[in-house]
């Protein structure tokens, strides 16, 4: 069973999962995530994703906490290329990683103290203002020009702040919109007009791509 709710001061939301064991599809959302498992005391860190992942979920609660794209990296300390497409245990970022995992392992609520510690984490960073284009929609020579850099320029900080170049940022971000949309019900050839597709079997070839398997899977 998977809930997720609103999280303050920057974040995109905390989340919990229990469940048994399990393999599950992780699809590319720009995010970055702090994740605690309760059953292992681990702190983990899942990076940016560039295509779906399958991970291997363990019996028992998983709190998580989840950083919007542009955001998490500055948090962990390392550029968001360092994470992408990875799972890494939170010891090879910060150095009181594991006085933080014992301190969840004895919370009474989990779920707040894991928010805490990723609060604290985010008011000490400074992240790329560019975590704005999230937000946005962009063409890339435009916005380089409109914040004076080349788009070699750009597309290095890109891969510091979201892990990706700027285009793959691009499709990551509208295959995300397109998938929030098509949960609502919207037909999908909608979905497609109204993100930016050339047509239905345009997104169809981009959620294959990016998601692993088509559309109607991934909303089952």
Partial sequence: ????????????????RASSPEIARVVPDGCTDLIFFEA????????????????????????????????????FGVPGHALRDLRVPATELWHDARRL?????SAEDTARTLTSI???????????PLAALART?????????SIGVTDRQLRRRCLDAFGYGPKVL????RFDRAVALARTGLPFADVAARCGYADQAHLSREVKALGGV??????S
Avoid: I
Wanted: charged share 20%.
């Fill in 1 to 16: 069973m998977y809930r997720e709710w609103e999280a303050p001061d920057g974040l995109a939301c905390a989340w919990t």
């Fill in 40 to 75: 292992t005391g681990e702190l983990y860190v899942a990076g940016p994703d560039t295509a779906a992942q399958t991970t291997a979920v363990p019996e028992g609660r998983a709190f998580g906490v989840r950083f919007p794209p542009g955001v998490g990296p500055a948090a």
């Fill in 101 to 105: 995992a014992d301190e969840l392992s």
């Fill in 118 to 128: 990723a609060v604290t984490r985010l008011r000490a960073a400074s992240p790329d």
């Fill in 137 to 145: 929609a962009f063409d890339v020579p435009s916005l380089a020009r």
């Fill in 170 to 173: 691009q499709r990551v971000l």
């Fill in 214 to 219: 088509p559309l109607g899977v991934l909303l």
